[in-house]
């Protein structure tokens, strides 16, 4: 079984002193995508270079305290691609790409923070773009490799991946260009949401985000916002996904799928 977790840490500092690294090495993960590292690479390389054993590559955004990606490996990739754009996204470190190529199988995990549009119209419209860019480059990628895209989405896709859908339809999140470009990819790419693949009808206990503002955590009033995005060969393989919330790391939950092949 290869074991693939996704967690978005709201920095990696203030996670790791809330035992993140202890779950890990109890989890023992094939590799683990984590998104909002929020920190640079002196922050990070000779401290968490390595986390319970499973070697670090990432993606560190030029603003200091912001956004960064990482994809955290047992397995010792055949190649690391830092950045998708080459431009406005690369430069506030949205992603990171693992290949592991072998004769059977040109495999690739990757880790990816995709914009959140709440703070205001100018960073929707940023969040638009790079739906733009992100689509026809997950598009051509699925024509060459297969791969799992982990990361923040920052998109519930449909009703059943929010609590409060109704009061959510025009805010970030939720918008139906949002949700839209979500069934787009999943249509025309023949990518498969892994986790609503195995449990197309849950709701409540599909959350892994919920705000800090009142009791939201308490109450259950979340969103779905972390994913696995699969090609078909991979995510047709995926057998078993669970959400952990017994501990808080973050203001998300880590996602873990288990799929049934190896590197």
């Known amino acids: 079984m290869f074991k693939l977790i996704s967690l978005n840490l709201n920095g ?26 929020k920190a640079q690479a002196d922050d990070v390389l000779g401290t968490f270079d390595s986390i319970a054993n499973l070697q670090g590559y990432f993606h560190f955004a030029q603003k ?21 754009d080459g431009g406005e996204f690369d ?11 072998t004769p059977k199988r040109n ?3 990757i880790s990816s923070y995709f914009p959140s549009g709440s703070s205001g119209e100018d960073r929707q419209d940023a969040k638009y773009r790079f739906l733009d860019a992100m689509g026809p480059h997950l598009r051509a990628l ?19 991946d929010l609590k409060n859908w109704r009061s959510n339809q025009k805010n970030s999140g939720f918008l139906p260009d949002e949700r839209a470009w979500m069934t787009q990819l999943i ?9 609503r693949q195995l449990h197309p009808e849950t709701t409540d206990a599909c959350y892994t985000w919920w705000s800090n503002r009142g009791q ?6 979340g969103w779905r916002l972390d994913y696995h995005l699969a ?32 590197i």
């Open 12 to 37: 990696i500092r203030s996670a790791a002193r809330k035992g993140v690294q202890a779950w890990v090495e109890r989890v023992n993960p094939d590799c683990m995508c984590v998104q909002e590292l």
């Open 64 to 84: 200091k305290g912001y956004s960064g990606v990482g994809v955290y490996t047992k397995h010792t990739p055949s190649d690391v691609i830092v950045g998708f």
């Open 91 to 101: 430069d506030e470190g949205r992603y990171v790409e693992l290949r592991f190529d």
């Open 107 to 109: 495999f690739s995990v």
């Open 142 to 160: 699925r024509e060459q490799r297969e791969f799992v895209l982990c990361g923040d989405i920052n998109i519930s896709h449909q009703e059943i």
């Open 187 to 195: 249509a025309d790419s023949k990518v498969l949401d892994v986790y």
């Open 216 to 221: 939201a955590y308490s109450n259950n009033v």
């Open 231 to 262: 090609t078909a060969s991979i995510g047709s393989k995926a057998k078993r996904a669970e959400i952990f919330k017994d501990e808080r790391f973050s203001d998300h939950a880590p996602i873990t799928i288990e799929y049934d092949f190896s």
